[in-house]
């Protein structure tokens, strides 16, 4: 069993940057991958970034590529999500997620895989 909290949200003005944090409690996060989605109002959760279990590979959606930036340290239970440039289309709540299963395809961009959600940060970018 894993539990995710997310902090570090907030709003910031375009053009700035955030950290989210994603604190893990429970022995297996290392062996999870691990993702960050987001919910804007009124559209559908999608994926934003995901880490390897190992931290060796990242994946990114087409839109926060060179912007976003996310990590992993495994020895504190911690996942990171680096945010600059950040525009007022990436206004939404933010929540992290760990995929406990093997796959072979690599890190999956669909939230039915994840099988541990933290509850989401708001983070409000303003124009």
């Known amino acids: 069993q894993v539990q995710l909290v997310e902090s570090g949200g907030g709003l910031v003005r375009a053009g700035g940057s955030l950290r989210l944090s994603c604190a893990a409690s429970g022995r297996t996060f290392s062996s999870c991958t691990m993702g960050w989605f987001r919910q804007a109002p009124g559209k559908d959760r999608e994926f934003v970034a995901g880490?390897?279990?190992?931290?060796?590979?990242?994946y990114y959606q087409d839109s926060v590529k060179g912007r976003f930036t996310i990590s992993r340290d495994n020895a504190e239970n911690t996942g990171y999500l680096q945010m600059t440039s950040l525009k007022p289309e990436d206004t939404a709540v933010y929540y992290c997620a760990a995929d406990r299963s093997y796959r072979r395809s690599g890190i999956s961009t669909r939230g039915r895989d994840y099988d541990y959600w933290g509850q989401g940060t708001q983070v409000t970018v303003s124009s």
């Open positions: 880490i390897s279990r190992s931290g060796d590979r990242t």
